[in-house]
């Protein structure tokens, strides 16, 4: 991953290595409660922590009850829970100085956290805690948070795209039958991996009749790089201070053709009309639409739609296997004046028990190993029936760098990017390519104005002279 080049690896991991202890089932870590004075006086108030979180009415549920659960063990510390609806509300009131003592952020946000001085690292006070960074956690998703040679925040969930698809529109037994080429089955009748190939083969073999149409991959950064990075390509000419997208890249542009050559075809895409009515998740979900790429937060949605039986698969592979996504993790406020009991909450909040709360609600993949592959996470009862494809992908998985300027570089690219899937006719490949390039580089290289000087400053005129003279 792009942050195992980081010396973390070799500094704060090791020294957990080789202290800390497990986390498995651990209880939030109390200090002695205040004995009644001999006066009778009641006992010291609870010292008071906020910790704020986002996410679906469903998963702020689910964090107050990890905060009910470490209250419930403690006297000396109260903790009290803000949320946010999404991860930019939440950027935005910590930027602003309203941070709480912990608080979940996304990764993407992470170099402008970093550059406002608003985190305490944790790496120290969560080694201290006994969290044990090495067996328990994903090493990909930790090193995601690794700045400054610190731990700047403890992973917590990590969910990489994979390809949801409806098991009855994309039936690989009868796809089989019928000689279409299908990705290979392991003894237990796992598929853990398929080329684009047979991406392309199911997409076909699902829109065989009526209005039944085959894929949709969003036409975005997010939705195309998973197939530029399998076919050996870059989104970006650097993966640290990048300048410009490299769409131009030969590799990228090789990559994109072969993609194209399903994502352009008409008859396997969803038509103008059939998305002028409905998304394509609602699509997906009302079985006119049998393959769509998304994150495990999609899971819930999906469960509870009518009628519809759906697995997951990892991202088709072009050379390598390759897909995308994010990490959220846990943060300590450089301004809190209880950062001891704010570590004591983030330790307790990534233990197996408490982790396992907010994993049951199915829209986080779990940074922690052991509840990942627990069945909490993989709930064998529930679709997806191959959950695993989740953590199997996040070895895979690119993880962006950091772009302050981010929404305005989708403002900029996206129309181009929508010309390169969904427009109609021959495709120009190699100029819409070189476009969606300098469309990037106004944005992530700006060019300086010029300076000019000013009448006053030229050598040519003396201030006496006039313009006649």
């Known amino acids: 991953m792009l942050l195992r080049r980081l010396s973390l690896v070799g500094c704060a991991l090791t020294v957990a290595l080789a202290t800390a202890a497990c986390t498995d089932d651990a209880e939030p870590a109390t200090e002695p409660s205040?004995?009644?004075?001999k006066t009778g006086k009641p006992t010291a108030k609870p010292r008071e922590v906020t910790f704020g979180a986002y996410g679906s009415e469903e998963e702020v549920a689910a964090f107050q009850s990890v905060v009910d659960s470490f209250n419930a063990a403690s006297s000396t510390r109260k903790v009290t829970l803000k949320s946010w609806p999404d991860h930019e509300s939440a950027l935005e009131d910590v930027l602003a100085g309203n941070a709480p003592d912990a608080f979940l952020t996304s990764r993407i946000d992470l170099d402008q956290l970093v550059d406002a001085e608003v985190l305490q690292p944790v790496s120290l006070l969560l080694d201290?805690?006994?969290?044990?960074?090495?067996?328990?956690?994903?090493?990909?998703?930790?090193?995601?948070?690794?700045?400054?040679?610190?731990?700047?925040?403890?992973?917590?969930?990590?969910?990489p795209m994979v390809i949801y698809y409806n098991t009855e529109m994309v039936d690989f037994d009868k796809m089989e039958r019928r000689d279409y080429d299908v990705p290979t089955a392991d003894a237990e009748?796992?598929?853990?991996?398929?080329t684009l190939a047979e991406f392309g083969a199911a997409a076909q073999f699902a829109s065989r009749r009526?209005?039944?149409?085959?894929?949709?991959?969003?036409?975005?950064?997010?939705?195309?790089?998973?197939?530029?990075?399998?076919?050996?390509?870059?989104?970006?000419?650097?993966?640290?201070?990048?300048?410009?997208?490299?769409?131009?890249?030969?590799?990228?542009?090789?990559?994109?053709?072969?993609?194209?050559?399903?994502l352009r075809d008409p008859t396997v895409t969803p038509t103008n009309a059939q998305l002028a009515r409905a998304t394509?998740?609602?699509?997906?979900?009302?079985?006119?639409?049998?393959?769509?790429?998304?994150?495990?937060?999609?899971?819930?949605?999906?469960?509870?739609?009518d009628d519809l039986d759906f697995d997951v698969l990892p991202m088709p592979t072009i050379d390598t296997r390759a897909t995308v996504g994010d990490v959220s993790g846990l943060c300590l406020s450089?301004?809190?004046?209880?950062?001891?009991?704010?570590?004591?909450?983030?330790?307790?909040?990534?233990?197996?028990?408490?982790?396992?709360?907010?994993?049951?609600?199915?829209?986080?993949?779990?940074?922690?190993?052991?509840?990942?592959?627990?069945?909490?996470?993989?709930?064998?009862?529930?679709?997806?029936?191959?959950?695993?494809?989740?953590?199997?992908?996040?070895?895979?998985?690119?993880?962006?760098?950091?772009?302050?300027?981010r929404e305005e570089l989708v403002e900029a690219v996206?129309?181009?990017l929508e010309r390169l899937v969904t427009a109609p006719g021959v495709l120009d490949l190699d100029l819409?390519?070189?476009?969606?390039?300098?469309?990037?580089?106004?944005?992530?290289?700006?060019?300086?104005?010029?300076?000019?000087?000013?009448?006053?400053?030229?050598?040519?005129e003396s201030p006496s002279e006039s313009p006649s003279e």
């Open 34 to 37: 205040a004995s009644p004075t």
């Open 128 to 159: 201290e805690r006994g969290v044990d960074f090495g067996d328990r956690f994903s090493l990909d998703a930790v090193d995601a948070f690794a700045m400054d040679d610190e731990l700047q925040c403890m992973a917590y969930s990590v969910s």
């Open 189 to 194: 009748g796992n598929r853990e991996r398929w």
């Open 210 to 262: 009526g209005d039944k149409r085959g894929v949709w991959i969003d036409p975005t950064l997010q939705g195309l790089a998973p197939f530029i990075y399998s076919g050996d390509g870059e989104v970006f000419d650097d993966d640290r201070e990048p300048t410009s997208l490299a769409f131009s890249d030969d590799n990228t542009r090789e990559a994109l053709s072969e993609t194209l050559a399903i």
């Open 280 to 305: 394509p998740v609602q699509l997906f979900k009302r079985g006119e639409l049998a393959m769509i790429a998304g994150f495990r937060n999609l899971v819930p949605e999906l469960r509870e739609a």
């Open 334 to 405: 450089s301004d809190s004046t209880v950062q001891g009991d704010a570590a004591d909450f983030i330790a307790y909040a990534v233990s197996d028990a408490a982790i396992a709360t907010v994993a049951s609600t199915g829209y986080i993949v779990p940074a922690n190993t052991e509840v990942a592959s627990s069945e909490e996470f993989l709930a064998p009862t529930l679709e997806p029936e191959h959950a695993g494809v989740f953590n199997a992908s996040i070895r895979y998985m690119e993880v962006p760098p950091f772009i302050d300027r």
């Open 414 to 416: 996206t129309p181009l």
């Open 432 to 460: 819409v390519t070189e476009q969606i390039d300098q469309a990037s580089q106004a944005v992530l290289s700006p060019e300086e104005p010029e300076e000019t000087e000013s009448p006053s400053e030229s050598p040519s």
